[in-house]
């Protein structure tokens, strides 16, 4: 079974948090709420342990895919490789397909191929969009 996840900022505290994403919805006002939640499985039972509200511009999906640390790669990270080139970890959807790709900004070019243990993550567009300059 492949790894899923994903992580946002808490609303609250400006924390960094990995999880499940759900979105809320209440008809009454028509407000949608974003959700991180912290669950685990227990005798095949889903545990949600808690929840936490995010931002949603930082709501990022793991891509699959991780550095070469080991770390996982999501969405709107940044990753620098060997020769110090930075590039981002983008999800695309168009027609026919829904992918991760690594752009470089750059080289116009995207890299749709399972390299990324030549990268290292060195931070997110949220926190650190001037890596990308």
């Not at 991180?36 to 342990?49: D, E, S, T, W």
């Not at 080991?70 to 709107?76: C, L, P, S, V």
Request: with cysteine; aromatic share 14%; hydrophobic share 30%.
């Amino acid at each position: 079974m492949r790894e899923t996840g994903y992580r946002g900022k808490k609303i609250k505290t400006g924390e960094w948090i990995n999880g499940n994403y759900i979105q809320s919805f209440n008809s009454y006002d028509e407000t949608r709420k974003n959700w991180i939640i912290c669950a685990g499985h227990k005798g095949g039972i889903l545990l949600v342990y808690d929840r936490y509200e995010v931002q949603e511009k930082t709501i990022g999906q793991y891509s699959g895919l991780k550095d070469k640390f080991g770390r996982w790669i999501y969405e709107g990270d940044i990753l620098r490789n060997e020769k110090g080139d930075t590039i981002k970890c983008v999800f695309e959807v168009d027609d026919c397909h829904s992918i991760f790709t690594l752009v470089d900004e750059t080289h116009p070019t995207r890299m749709y191929c399972n390299i990324p243990y030549y990268f290292e993550i060195i931070g997110n567009i949220h926190e650190n969009p001037e890596l990308l300059k």
